[in-house]
């Protein structure tokens, strides 16, 4: 397929087709927890066991991640992102046809070697190929691709295994994988991959260089903090609500699905706003103190549930409107040639607060203190602030926006 003429369409598609490619990571990293109750009958294994599938998978791609951003660098970032697509669709396949149930772990190892690529590769491929007028809209529309992916998986694999059992669904969901593939290579001239990577031995470009700059740095601190923050809501903060209102886990609940639509909502706009103001460590500060500040108002306060949801959607939201723009800030804090060797090693904090927030969070129930929870939570939240204004202090000048 042939580069289009027209920027606005070229930008389209090439955010079409990302957003796609990120669709179906996120739709693979659910693809298995629907089915785990039928698994743990057919194999009678352990739940134990059934999360130690999903650790492999994490930490095997906390760990790939950052070199891939190296790889995105060298050989090109749409190279990688069609390796670890088919990676990810054929692991995801064959675990539809393992005869033992140890056979799942190396599968999830593979998983998650092909799920590693996704951030450094997406992100060096639109910030390198995305006219910088709509760079914002473009980071906010591959968040919510993510986000869609997410809650599209337990609902098309929990249906498919329900009526046709899980092993087809799961080969069914690899196979989609591979059909996605199929459609984004044959838009590989726009997305940039027959041009090979930088290939750069450049001092500056050096990775152990590179990750001792201080606002790269700071953009890895930034996203293990707001990791934490986020996985501690997510997985603690029903409870500790069910805690401190005595309400029961149904209505809770509730706290948790308006945080996330109301996340994605702040996702959506914070792409229109970074697109018009180039001030984006002004929108991240902004966005994450008000977050912060919001969660600490259900920590220290005594008021009615339905005044802590508002809060807890005002959070979620303001939280995030910053997406957008920490991406637009690391962006510009890359070296030119070097975006996916930041991107990778950055977003690898992800994982980093992923896995160590949830003992955090969860010795706090232990020890019966719920609004801690929720102060710990605003803590972390504002630790990020400081984070933002060393990125922006290494960031580029922003070019002038061109369509």
Known sequence: MTVLATPVRRDSLIIGLIGAAH??????????APVFPLLKDEFDVSWTALGGITAVFYAVSGVCQALVGVWCDRYGAARVLYVGLALLALSIAAAGLVPYFWMLYPLAALAGMGNSVFHPADLSILSTRVSHGRLGRAYSMHGLSGTLGYATAPVVIGT?????????????????????LVLITRFDETLGGKGAGSGSSREDHAYGVLIRQPGIVSGFVFFGLAAMAGIGFQSFGVPAL??????????????LTVYLLAQASGIFAGGWIVDWTRR????????????????????????PFTAVLVLIAFSGFSAGTVGPARDMLI??????????????????????GSCTGPLWFGWLMDHDAPRLVFAVIAATLALTVPMVITVRRSAKPAPASAD
């Open 23 to 32: 669709f179906m990571s996120h739709f693979f990293q659910l693809a298995l």
């Open 160 to 180: 498919m295994a329900f009526t046709i059992g899980w092993r087809p669904a799961l080969i069914i969901a690899g196979m989609l994988g591979l059909v996605a």
């Open 242 to 255: 069910i805690s401190i209102h005595q309400i029961p886990l149904a209505i809770a609940a509730t706290a």
């Open 280 to 303: 984006h460590d002004l929108v991240a500060i902004t966005g994450m103190g008000l977050a912060a500040t919001a969660m600490a108002v259900v920590a220290a306060s005594s008021l």
């Open 331 to 352: 962006r510009a804090a890359a070296p030119q040639g070097a975006t996916g060797k930041v991107f990778g090693f950055v977003y690898s904090g992800l994982d980093i």
